[in-house]
Nanobody, 127 residues
């Protein structure tokens, strides 16, 4: 059983930056592919970015490419989401998710692929 705790959310002006962290415990972190999702008020949860268990493969939704960067430190059991050039439409609760994998190079876009979820952290971008 993996527990995930996000942090780093907050209020930022458009064009600003935030770095989200997701700390994992209770499992072998390097055996889990990770993903970030977000949910804006009144909207469905959507995929943002994913990273493979080893960190060597990443996959981004088109609207965040070039602005967001996912990374992970398996020694610290943490995955990060660096968000630059933030836009008001990035406002949402951001969730990290983990999926136990047996192929280290795989990434997953569907939220139903993930087994474990954090509680979320609010990101608000003002215009």
């Amino acid at each position: 059983q993996v527990q995930l705790v996000e942090s780093g959310g907050g209020l930022v002006q458009a064009g600003g930056s935030l770095r989200l962290s997701c700390a994992a415990s209770g499992g072998t972190f390097s055996a889990y592919a990770m993903g970030w999702f977000r949910q804006a008020p009144g909207k469905e949860r959507e995929f943002v970015v994913a990273i493979s268990a080893s960190g060597g493969v990443t996959y981004y939704r088109d609207s965040v490419k070039g602005r967001f960067t996912i990374s992970r430190d398996n020694a610290k059991n943490t995955v990060y989401l660096q968000m630059n050039s933030l836009k008001p439409e990035d406002t949402a609760v951001y969730y990290c998710a983990a999926k136990r994998v047996y192929i280290s190079g795989s990434v997953y876009q569907g939220d139903n692929s993930y087994n474990f979820w954090g509680q979320g952290t609010q990101v608000t971008v003002s215009s």
